[in-house]
């Protein structure tokens, strides 16, 4: 089976769903949009993103040789086993969700003549919904793809054919390693800029002068407190323990900064920040950092 | 005494000494450039930012009105009584330090005809030296203004003038108030940028996949780790205190999001995650969060 040959049943259609129907469309046989709400398919169809927008799980999926599930995590793992005795057989079922761990638990109770392909692209947008959903939402992202043992290589291959019609850069990774990674470069990070927020809250806020001294710097630590809180709640308690493992470490991290400014070792703290800014350097090499 | 009647001397013609000199030229009588290297003198006289340039600091500050320090927060410190016996009477004596409280210190002991007045504008950039230097760079930045109790009021609106004239937004707070409200927005998010590298290094960096995935996320929150060594060994070592405070409370606050995902408590998550989000939310009203 080929993507073009393939009718794609994209479920659930906010930003992450409408924009991935509408960023196959014309590339696949046939794109079908599933909603929860008759106006989410309805506006999938005028956007132009679906063939065909239903609210009937049932009548989306009849025919579809590939289904995406585009909903919450938690949301995933509920759908996974209503979906099965409705899916035709060797159907690839892959799902958005940002964490893979449970999902994948989840997938290995699927009947056998179902094909299942976790999936995680890194991209998205504060705002959520079909009607801020863009076809160019994946152009350039990571989306990571999870395969699980039982999945076949024909699976894999058509799942790595879906991210790259997207515009996106598949990178295939087992679950648990999905889960280690993204905890520290995503989920830390989010916990990261609350905890700032946080402080800043508890702090200078009673200072009216404070808000007209924050910096860029302020503004770029703190942006991912911005995050949606239904779906960081979701990914916070679905990836939990990988979470506070990478918790762990960057308290232990933080200490050992706290203490090179209690100490007031210079050599030691010049070196120590030097090493930390090649490492940021090379992870970015173009970027150009603003300082204040 | 007028802005525009006056000669502006600066001394150190680095980024943020060339770029003032460039914003205030054809402003003020005019502008005198002190370098330590007779290159960097060369350099913004050819850019057109001083009127004149010399590497010689008693000749570029003895006809002064107005003497801008735009060196490193430790230099100044030194710079300022060796200056004190060669400025002319009644001089508006600044400087441009991250950090106000030792400056201001140092200030306190400058003989009484000359008027001292601590400076900090909020912005920069990655890079440094004259060749970055902009005149825009000060464009609509807050320019923090630290008087001390000896400083007169005229001093103070000639100060205000300079800023203005800069193109920045000048901003009036004690020094103990300022680098109270810096450490936090700016010095414990570059400290908390610095340990999300250093976790990222001790932990997935040992994946190849681990930098294929970091997202933008990651980007916004760890970006300060790329700030300037010097400058920032300068800012922890003469703002400790402050710095301390502000980490302690940090790490109080990440404690707390910590047992939160500890717990797995949904509803207190989801309302405290919705209350950052909501301050975050206030403070930026009109910016987009990436989310992934």
Redo the contacts between chains.
Sequence with gaps: MELSESQVTIVGLGLMGGSLAGALRGKCRRVVGVARRAESAETALARGFVDEGTVDMAEGVREADIVVLATPVRVIIRQLPELAPLLPKGCLLMDLGSTKGRIAAEMERLPEHIQPLGGHP?????KSGIEVADPALYDGC?F?LAPLKRTSAEALALGHELAEAAGA?P?V?EPE??D???A???H??????????????????A?P???????T?????????????????DI??TN?EE??K??????E??????S???T?D?EK??EI??A??K???D??PA??????
Excluded: H, N
Excluded at 217 to 233: C, I, K, N, P
């Design positions: 890194m991209c998205g947008k504060e990571t990571i850069v990178l990774l390693r999905q280690y990674i993204v520290a470069v995503s830390l990070p989010y916990l990261i800029a609350c905890a700032l927020v946080a402080t800043a809250d508890t702090t200078i806020s200072d002068a404070s808000w007209e001294v924050v910096a710097g302020f503004r770029s630590t703190s942006r991912l407190a911005g995050s949606d809180v239904t779906m960081m709640t916070l308690l939990r979470v506070l990478a918790l762990d470490t960057y308290q991290r933080l200490r050992e900064f706290a090179l400014v209690e007031a210079e703290m010049r920040l030097g930390v800014r490492i940021r350097r992870m970015y970027s150009q950092q603003v300082i204040e």
